[in-house]
């Protein structure tokens, strides 16, 4: 069972900035993306980023431009960057892998972790 922990979030205010970081129980090296998603109350789980393998990274539109998304394969960890922040993201960000047989790459293949909570304040 692949055990994901995500750590990183906290209340920031608007304009400001945060790095989530995501670990995994087991190799990553193997995994065809690494992927972020955000979830709001009421709302579903959304993608937000992926790092693919190969060095490609992906982005939903809603970000314009602001998060950095980095995987590092040694250490089985994925990293979030999140600049210029602003009350929408206010979300439960959420880290997950792809498997090369689950691809299109934005559909997760491991159990959801806990999550860490993102506040924005205007």
């Known amino acids: 069972q692949v055990q994901i922990v995500e750590s990183g979030g906290g209340l920031v205010q608007s304009g400001g900035s945060l790095s989530l970081a995501c670990v995994v129980s087991e190799s990553i090296r193997n995994m065809y993306a690494m992927n972020w998603y955000r979830q709001t109350p009421g709302k579903e789980r959304e993608w937000i980023a992926a790092?693919?393998?190969?060095?490609?990274?992906d982005y939903a539109d809603s970000l314009e431009g602001r998060f950095t998304i980095s995987r590092d394969n040694a250490k089985n960890t994925v990293k979030l960057q999140m600049n210029d922040l602003k009350p929408v993201d206010t979300a439960v960000y959420y880290c997950?892998?792809?498997?090369?047989?689950?691809?299109?790459?934005?559909?997760?293949?491991?159990?959801w972790g806990q999550g860490t909570q993102v506040t924005v304040s205007s």
């Open positions: 790092a693919i393998v190969g060095g490609i990274t």
């Open positions: 997950n892998g792809v498997r090369y047989a689950d691809t299109p790459y934005r559909n997760p293949s491991y159990s």
